[in-house]
């Protein structure tokens, strides 16, 4: 019973990790071909995976690309990398800059289809006290603005706000519809 249970925890693994590499080359190729979000996710894989897949230098060098990406799309108004742009900027994973960030927040308002991106960008600044004193209120009054909007990483950190810190399942899963609405398939778990 022993070597059964090891065989399938063995071939699980050997799964898991063929499985791990075949993601992440599928997600260089598309880097490669300048899909800011591909190189953002590589990044993502690489700063947070654990064991001989952690590579920080790797993650800081996707998420760099990303920047540059995100940053040509941006100067083209596009409203979307202006965020994406932002939400790098606040990262840890490179070098932080929050002022430069709610610039490009600001740019996002600039656009009539980019306010929930504004509203949601503003939403997590002041939500994590980044560059901007913290204010729950303010942030959460921000992302409900941004939701509203039908932007839906907003009804998701509302969602999350709700389950986490208020524990009202009740008002989270109301959230957590909505973003699973509007498309977001983590939301509908």
Not at 6 to 32: H, M, P, S, T
Not at 144 to 149: F, I, N, P, Q
Request: proline share 2%.
């Amino acid at each position: 019973m022993k070597k059964i249970c090891f065989l399938f925890v063995f071939f699980g693994i050997f799964a898991f990790a063929n499985e791990y590499q075949k993601i992440l080359k599928e997600l260089d190729i598309k880097c490669n071909n300048n899909e800011a979000i591909a190189c953002h996710q590589l990044g993502n894989l690489y700063f947070y995976s654990r064991g001989e897949n952690k590579n920080p230098q790797k993650a800081k060098m996707y998420c760099k690309k990303a920047q540059n990406i995100n940053q040509k799309l941006c100067e083209k108004n596009d409203y979307m990398a202006c965020y994406n742009l932002a939400m790098i900027l606040i990262d840890e994973k490179i070098e932080p800059n929050f002022q430069k960030a709610k610039e490009y927040i600001d740019k996002t308002c600039e656009f009539k289809d980019g306010l929930g991106a504004c509203y949601c960008g503003f939403g997590e600044l002041h939500r994590d006290g980044k560059g901007v004193k913290k204010d729950i209120g303010l942030a959460n009054s921000y992302f409900e603005k941004s939701c509203d909007l039908n932007f839906f990483p907003a009804c998701e950190y509302l969602g999350d706000y709700y389950r986490d810190k208020e524990q009202n399942l009740e008002i989270a899963k109301k959230y957590y519809k909505k973003s699973c609405d509007l498309g977001f398939e983590s939301s509908c778990e």
